[in-house]
């Protein structure tokens, strides 16, 4: 697997140091074994590095609409870090929305003895309350649902702290000001947005930078290869302003697990019929079973599955810092995490693009036709493949 592209067009690949710690003599074999299978990567132009495969934990609690996402319990949640621990995985991502902060409880039960290893992720925006400041990116709500995640999760401090949606309620200058007070009283260490559009980033980032307050330096987004979206503004962003990317629901909420195949009934254990979903939403069946068929056509020509192909080809986008990885059971986390070591060829890569690609929209055609001589490294992330 290739390392990630810095702004600056230097390749990113970073292992653990061996030679700068002392070795863990409680388990010196399964230390070199995930180091040797994990890769990590600079989170944008911070000093922190992360895993290429982090855990997400929505399927953490099953509580109320949750519940037919997952619903994961503490003795589960224990077994299933333990096996990314194994596998080098060092961030694990949830919400204080998540099954009403029972994701954050049970993570805050498993990570006891563990706090140290692990880098803690978690958001804030949206309802965890009947009133009228229970949700949004106020200063109010921002500090005051910081506070009640911090005693879910039984810890002093969030590793990464993130706006899980846009307000465009709040001023903006309040809402930086807000995170900036949590990192300055060091109970939060990084910030981050996430499901933010292009400009919304922009003004956030610019805001921060105006009032010499904390910037974000990750944003969480979903992106897969049958939701491509993202490269129009947020990948280019994401190169342009030296901002992390984390990939929310790789998979396309098993979408791309190769469950669902052309003119098969749905699978009992998934989510949807194609007829209900709506997160991510489909626009073009044909164009998705397109790109089933070719996941699994190169599983099949290297022995593995359409998901690790899937989570694969997201490790190989420019931009892209980590996935994260949910799962309802061991055995679909123990596969996925093979797509931290998993190769594609250039064969690969050029069917799933040209299955999954989608035509340039205003003004990127127009570009890729007249500004073709004076593009950055952000701009060819999207318009080198139409030129």
């Avoid at 001023?171 to 949590?182: K, N, R, S, Y």
């Avoid at 969480?220 to 947020?234: G, K, P, S």
């Avoid at 070719?294 to 599983?299: E, G, K, R, S, Y």
């Avoid at 998993?342 to 989608?358: A, I, T």
């Amino acid at each position: 697997m290739s390392g990630q592209m810095t702004p600056s067009g230097r390749p990113h690949r970073v292992r653990r140091p061996g030679s700068k710690k002392q070795p863990d003599t409680r388990n010196e074999s399964t230390r070199r074994t995930r180091e040797a299978m994990m890769e990590y990567r600079q989170l944008g132009d911070s000093g922190l590095m992360v895993s290429v495969l982090s855990l997400g934990t929505m399927t953490f609690g099953g509580e109320g609409d949750y519940r037919m996402i997952g619903s994961t319990g503490v003795e589960d949640a224990q077994r299933q870090l333990d096996m990314c621990l194994a596998a080098g995985v060092n961030l694990i991502d949830t919400s204080d929305a998540y099954s009403f902060g029972r994701s954050e409880e049970i993570i805050g039960e498993v990570i006891k003895a563990r706090r140290d290893e692990l880098l803690i992720a978690t958001k804030v925006r949206f309802p965890i309350g009947p009133g009228p400041n229970d949700a949004g990116l106020s200063r109010h709500h921002i500090i005051r649902a910081c506070e009640a995640s911090l005693r879910r999760l039984q810890t002093d401090h969030i590793d990464l702290y993130q706006a899980h949606n846009w307000d465009g309620v709040t001023p903006v200058e309040e809402t930086m000001a807000a995170f900036d007070a949590l990192v300055s009283s060091g109970k939060v260490r990084y910030i981050g947005c996430s499901n933010f559009a292009g400009w919304h980033v922009m003004k956030s980032l610019a805001a921060s930078e105006r009032n010499r307050l904390s910037g974000y330096v990750s944003m969480q987004i979903h992106y897969t290869l049958q939701a491509r979206e993202a490269e129009n503004e947020l990948i280019p962003i994401a190169l342009d302003q030296g901002l992390g990317v984390l990939v929310w629901s790789p998979l396309a909420a098993g979408l791309l697990s190769g469950k669902y195949r052309r003119n098969d009934s749905a699978p009992e254990e998934g989510r949807h019929t194609f007829e209900e979903w709506d997160e991510p939403p489909i626009h073009d069946t044909e164009r998705l079973y397109d790109i089933i068929d070719a996941l699994i056509a190169v599983a099949e020509r290297h022995g593995s599955t359409a998901a690790v192909v899937a989570l694969a080809w997201l490790l190989r986008r420019p931009g892209v810092t980590s996935v994260l990885l949910g799962a309802r059971t061991d055995e679909q986390l123990s596969g996925n995490l093979e797509a931290a070591s998993f190769e594609l060829s250039d064969e690969d890569l050029d069917l799933l693009d040209s299955v999954s690609r989608v035509p340039l929209g205003y003004p990127y055609w127009h570009q890729a036709r007249l500004a073709r001589d004076r593009l950055s490294e952000a701009d060819l992330s999207l318009l080198g493949r139409y030129i």
